[in-house]
T-cell receptor, first 108, second 112 residues
Framework: GIQVEQSPPDLILQEGANSTLRCNFSDSVNNLQWFHQNPWGQLINLFYIPSGTKQNGRLSATTVATERYSLLYISSSQTTDSGVYFC??????????FGQGTTLQVKP | DSGVTQTPKHLITATGQRVTLRCSPR?????VYWYQQSLDQGLQFLIQYYNGEERAKGNILERFSAQQFPDLHSELNLSSLELGDSALYFC???????????FGPGTRLTVL
């Protein structure tokens, strides 16, 4: 099956800093989504981005499908950005395969 | 609020018992997905239904079963529960079969 690797596994930032999270996947996909799991456990969809670049406020994402990776950029981080960021991929069905996540802690 | 509802929020039960988790998708969404999140396995896909029909299956145990009803709500049935079934169970929904998935708040199952 498709393997999904996220890096780094853990990240600690000061408020206001920028960061880049990476997601590598082992095979071609036509579905890629980024999620944020907040400290209360809620999974929030950030981007549906099987290819190209999207931006939403301080967050942006880029997927280079031909090279099998995606990047999530967080600018001017805030304490509310803390939590776990998951990349999930799929092919031909709605089944999503999740990476192990990047745990982000933003300190005030 | 994603628009996906799950009940109950918490469930504590004993080994060998059977429980039913319920999910109502967002209005207009035809696909429902079930995922299990545990510390050792991470987030794992269990099963997908689309407009009442099973569409995709993951590593779902034989002790687990699901269905989607005509009103599009879904239920996940877990039987002969074991300690290792303790986890957070998420339901998600989407319009079709391969687009943005919206997750419910989850049901935290504890098997004692």
């Amino acid at each position: 099956g498709i393997q999904v690797e996220q890096s780094p596994p853990d990240l600690i930032l000061q408020e206001g800093a920028n960061s880049t999270l990476r997601c590598n996947f082992s095979d071609s996909v036509n579905n890629l989504q980024w999620f944020h799991q907040n400290p209360w456990g809620q999974l929030i969809n950030l981007f549906y981005i099987p290819s190209g670049t999207k931006q939403n406020g301080r967050l942006s994402a880029t997927t280079v499908a031909t090279e099998r990776y995606s990047l999530l950029y967080i600018s001017s981080s805030q304490t509310t950005d803390s939590g776990v960021y998951f990349c999930a991929v799929g092919r031909n069905t709605g089944k999503l395969i999740f990476g192990q996540g990047t745990t982000l802690q933003v300190k005030p | 609020d994603s628009g996906v509802t799950q009940t109950p929020k918490h469930l504590i039960t004993a080994t060998g018992q059977r429980v039913t988790l319920r999910c109502s998708p967002r209005s207009g969404d035809l696909s429902v997905y079930w995922y299990q999140q545990s510390l050792d396995q991470g987030l794992q896909f269990l099963i997908q239904y689309y407009n009442g029909e099973e569409r995709a299956k993951g590593n779902i145990l034989e002790r687990f079963s699901a269905q989607q009803f005509p009103d599009l709500h879904s239920e996940l049935n877990l039987s002969s529960l074991e300690l290792g079934d303790s986890a957070l169970y998420f339901c998600a929904s989407s319009v079709g079969g391969g687009d943005t998935q919206y997750f419910g708040p989850g049901t935290r199952l504890t098997v004692l």
